[in-house]
């Protein structure tokens, strides 16, 4: 597909180059025979006059060296519109692969990102319908029986219900950047980040408590320049992760560090750690690391959603870690 698309933009590049190459051709050709014209002209008439005694004879151009004049000029110009022809499809073809390569990468990551999203729903809809196949298959089924594969059921939808949610998340947040870089749209308001991080382990109680983790905060009150309801999402994936990632009675910090006009939020977890060729795919969409890791729920999404929140900031998220230590990822974020 690239390629025939290549060779049409080549071909509309020769196209516009040579319709400009033989107009100019066309102009200096019609210019110098105007000025060859005019000798023959003023050759005529000082012959004329030269033998009704006016004006002594001259010497003065040849008529045939006036028309091989003519016959150079229409070589040369045909040999250098030749030239140009050459190098401008060479230079085109260049050119085209140049211009196409953006639009054939962009296509390129959203077709993995359609087939990784679609393996992905495709494991909760085939145990959804075989768990439905078999019980239909039964011939009798009891009560408790209907409420296990009713459970499981719901489970599966619920896998199925995340996964959506993420997916549209991270394209909303994609769009959104895009917009945000040309008209920068996005509410973006003097936020205390004390109130946001104050959200944010609320939200993750419940898991830190089933896991007994221990969230400590030594955090430095600073207002920064955000938009509260998707920092707020950010600091929950990454608290999420710090949970999920740690064994029971694992202990995860958040604390705080002021630079010039940055402030560093640092979420410090006593977890698995992430191998060193891990460490620059984890914001890769759909990556989930060495398959050997532990299976946590998750479909490798929130790292890439946290990045593209921190981007959309204006600011970036860094990760630091030791294998069976722990991890720590820092969110640098512009002060207000
Ligand atoms: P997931 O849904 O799998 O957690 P993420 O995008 O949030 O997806 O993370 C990608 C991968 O990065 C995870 O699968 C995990 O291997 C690794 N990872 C992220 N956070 C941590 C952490 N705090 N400790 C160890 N590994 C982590």
């Known amino acids: 597909m690239f390629h025939s698309a290549r060779l049409k933009l080549t071909t509309f590049y020769l196209l516009i180059i040579m319709a400009i190459s033989v107009l100019f051709s066309l102009v200096i050709y019609t210019g110098i025979d105007r000025e060859l014209t005019r000798f023959e002209r003023m050759r005529g008439e000082r012959v004329e006059r030269g033998i009704l005694g006016a ?3 001259r010497p003065s151009l040849d008529p045939q060296l006036i028309g091989e004049a ?5 070589f040369t110009l045909v040999l250098i519109n030749l030239g140009i022809l050459i190098l401008s499809g060479a230079a085109g073809y260049l050119l085209a692969s140049l211009t196409l390569k953006p639009i054939a990468d962009m296509v390129d990551e959203q077709n993995r990102f359609i087939t990784d999203a679609s393996h992905e729903l495709r494991t909760p809809l085939t145990s959804l319908k075989s768990e439905i196949e078999v019980a239909l298959r039964a011939k ?3 009560a408790k029986e209907s409420k296990e594969l009713l459970a499981s059921n ?16 991270i394209t909303q947040y994609q769009k959104n950047a895009e917009i945000t870089a040309q008209k920068n749209s996005i509410t973006i308001e003097k936020t205390p980040i004390e109130d946001v991080l104050d959200a944010a382990v609320r939200k993750v109680t419940v ?5 007994k983790i221990d969230i400590e905060k030594k955090i430095t009150q600073t207002d920064v320049k955000a938009e509260k ?7 929950v994936i990454l608290l999420d992760n710090a949970i999920k990632y740690s064994p029971k009675g694992g202990k995860v910090r958040i604390t705080t560090k002021r630079t010039d006009g940055i402030i560093h939020v640092l979420i410090t977890d006593s977890g698995i750690g992430i191998n060193k060729e891990d460490m620059p795919l984890i914001f890769n969409r759909f990556y989930r690391g060495n398959p050997n890791r532990p299976k946590t729920n998750g479909y490798g999404l929130g790292l890439s959603i946290a990045q593209e929140i921190a981007k959309r900031h204006g600011g970036t998220i860094n990760v630091e870690s030791k294998l069976g230590r722990g991890s720590t990822f820092s969110v640098a974020l512009r002060k207000a």
Do not use: M
């Open 70 to 74: 003519r016959d150079r000029l229409i």
């Open 207 to 211: 898991l830190a408590k089933g896991k």
């Open 140 to 142: 009798s089924i009891t």
């Open 154 to 169: 719901l489970e599966e939808v619920n896998k199925l219900q995340n996964l959506s949610d993420s997916l549209i998340k």
């Open 55 to 57: 004006v002594p004879p």
């Open 229 to 235: 309801t998707s920092l707020l999402e950010l600091f």
